[in-house]
């Protein structure tokens, strides 16, 4: 496929607390009425969250972890502050050293020293995983996959402004957006591209929707405002891939300021 305008054509291409970093969403947010829609974390999240005292023994936990069918608790204190991660792995510990040596080598591999230590722990405190990485209900579920993508976690604890325990989000809630309706997807795409600084022609603007892939026909006054309706239109949440036809009236290509 290839855009056309003026006979020349171009390829498309198809914060710190107890050990706890904590991402502060920006502030104010828009209000849900608003487009584009951004889901938060607070309507995705999980507020029914089983948590262990970091002096909890060994066994409590691992019956926590069975009775409750999780793979990882948040491990909290008095104040539900949280504190660490103990999961799964942590306790397998007890059953991965048993296949080492029973004596630890110079050269022993950081794992294998890391797997010794929690080995070793009887309780919640010795045995959880930190820093946590953690959100606030008004982070959005594009900024909590990216901190979960970044720092290779599955659960990220949701906590309150004093950073107490209020729910957990995994990686499954966060995908719930990408299976938004598609007549919602479609309408949200024909707001988004007729915004009046894109300078999009009305009459031809084009919006189909299927499974989450957006087929999307337009024309725009300048080229870089063709750039920027591509730019938003995948940013719309549930978008799964866009197949455009986008042509302009002028060329202004390497004139236009930073998309937004």
């Given at each position: ?58 066994a409590v936990v691992v019956s926590a ?84 993508l970044r720092h290779r976690v599955h ?106």
């Open positions: 496929m290839s855009r056309q305008s003026n006979g020349r054509t171009r390829p498309t291409d198809s914060t710190e607390s107890l050990k706890t970093r904590h991402y502060r969403a920006d502030e104010p947010s828009s209000p849900p009425s608003e487009l584009p829609h951004r889901t938060r974390v607070s309507e995705v999240m999980s507020r029914q969250v089983v948590a262990v005292d970091p002096r909890a023994g060994f972890l069975q009775e409750h069918h999780h793979d990882m608790l948040p491990v909290v204190d008095r104040e539900r502050h949280v504190m660490g991660m103990v999961c799964a792995s942590d306790l397998l510990t007890k059953l991965a050293v048993q296949a080492l040596p029973a004596r630890a080598m110079l050269w022993e591999s950081r794992n294998a020293r890391t797997i010794r230590r929690k080995a070793a722990g009887v309780e919640a405190g010795e045995l959880m995983s930190t820093p946590v990485v953690t959100v606030g209900e008004r982070t959005t579920v594009e900024q909590a996959a990216l901190l979960a659960h990220l604890p949701v906590v309150d402004s004093q950073r107490r325990l209020t729910g957990i989000v995994c990686l499954c809630d966060l995908l719930k957006v990408l299976r938004r309706d598609d007549a919602a997807v479609r309408a949200e795409v024909e707001v988004v591209a007729l915004a009046p600084d894109l300078g999009t022609v009305a009459s031809t603007l084009r919006v189909g929707c299927v499974h989450g892939r957006v087929a999307l026909e337009a024309r725009t006054v300048h080229h870089h405002q063709a750039d920027q309706l591509l730019h938003r239109v995948r940013a719309v949440e549930g978008v799964v891939s866009v197949a455009d036809d986008l042509r302009w009236e002028i060329e202004d290509e390497g004139l236009a300021g930073p998309q937004t």
